[in-house]
């Protein structure tokens, strides 16, 4: 009878370890199916979306070069290798030993850790209109922050640059593709938990890619820089506070909608060929965000059209964008859109868009240039 008895409850528990087995398993490779799937955000990390929607990031170890690898890379720091210089410091082009292309920003500073954290997180956020952090350095009291090389340099050069670049002719839809992927990218940003300000987005800080694609540049580079952030010679510092907020410039209160309020004057400069700072019209005091933000007749709006678009857009698809432009640039942080809303409109735009002007055919006049391109508001 005890064996039987034995023979029963040895059955019963091997079953039971067999169910436990078979469930472990299960989790297991259900599991593995979530992980191994890619985020949208161009990411092949998992990352995990927060209680609000939110995406958080894995913090994981970042790759540390060596001096000797960036000198190696650099030339030992060529002038004819420096290709920029900004708020955190000089900025080289490089070429690894594996032939990457970097970009190498490089300062004085100390070692610290919390260099190293600041670096681990910003390295974790990936996606296709953001230029990607790859890795730092410290050594020699030096500190440098490599960066993928964007070949085609910032939107402002092609804009309103000293060189051939600025001649070159940039059609309304492309440059409405390159404020469609900044969006994007900004708009990640705002995404991620806890959620990242730019606090330094400006013309200049939006690259394009060998196919014109947008990637914003610098995102998270102020919390390098600390108290020092407004560090710069005298003629840079018009030029970045012209993207700033009133609540920033007067409380240095950053956030998500100050960062929108900086998108509007990207939007102003695509739109105008020009930087923000300068004036409409030769005899105003005002510069063209001020202008733009206190006319209230929006038939005078084309006056700040880049003449180089000629007829390359529609009536419609640039109304639909001054208007955005102008809810960006609102006094009040609380009536700007969320940047989620703008990237979804530039979406909605853009396709009309390029819908209208393939159906009426390149080069036909669709807009009319001065004060009858939009009725006045009053």
Request: proline share 3%; with cysteine; hydrophobic share 40%.
């Amino acid at each position: 009878m005890s064996s039987t008895l034995a023979a029963i409850f040895g059955g019963a528990a091997g079953a039971v370890a067999l169910v436990g087995i078979a469930i472990l398993i299960w989790f297991c490779l259900s599991r593995q199916r979530n992980v191994s799937r890619t985020s949208e955000t161009g990411s092949s990390d998992p990352s995990q979306v927060g209680r609000h929607g939110a995406i958080e990031l894995p913090i994981r170890d970042t790759r540390r070069f060596e001096m000797e690898e960036l000198s190696l890379a650099t030339k030992s720091f060529s002038d004819k290798n420096l290709i920029g210089e900004g708020k955190f410091g000089e900025v080289y082009k490089g070429l690894l030993q594996d032939g990457m292309l970097v970009a190498i920003k490089k300062r004085r500073g100390l070692a610290s850790q919390e260099f190293v954290d600041e670096v681990r997180y910003l390295s974790s956020i990936h996606h296709r209109n953001l230029v990607t952090l790859l890795g730092y350095c410290q050594e020699n009291s030096l500190q440098f922050l490599i960066y993928e090389y964007v070949p085609n340099g910032s939107v402002s050069s092609h804009l309103y640059g000293s060189g051939q670049q600025s001649q070159e002719k940039l059609e309304f839809k492309h440059r409405l593709s390159i404020a469609q992927g900044a969006a994007k990218g900004l708009a990640h940003l705002h995404s991620l938990s806890p959620r990242l300000v730019h606090k330094n987005f400006k013309t200049a800080n939006v690259l394009v890619d060998e196919n014109f694609i947008a990637k914003v540049a610098d995102a998270g580079l102020r919390n390098f820089l600390g108290r020092v952030d407004t560090a710069g010679s005298s003629s840079q510092v018009p030029t970045d506070e012209i993207f700033l907020a009133s609540e920033v410039r007067e409380f240095r209160r950053f956030s998500e909608k100050s960062d929108v309020y900086s998108f509007g004057v990207f939007l102003l400069e695509l739109l105008s060929g020009k930087e923000a700072t300068a004036s409409p019209f030769p005899d105003s005091n005002q510069n063209l965000v001020e202008w733009v933000v206190s006319n209230e007749d929006r038939g005078m709006m084309s006056y700040t059209i880049d003449r180089r678009l000629e007829s390359s857009f529609t009536a419609e698809g640039l109304e639909d964008y001054i208007m955005l432009m102008i809810r960006c640039l609102d006094p009040s942080s609380e009536r700007r859109p969320a940047m989620s809303y703008v990237e979804m409109e530039l979406d909605r735009i853009l396709e009309k868009e390029m819908n209208l002007t393939t159906i009426m055919g390149e080069g036909t006049p669709t807009v009319t240039l001065g004060s009858q391109l939009f009725k006045s508001t009053t």
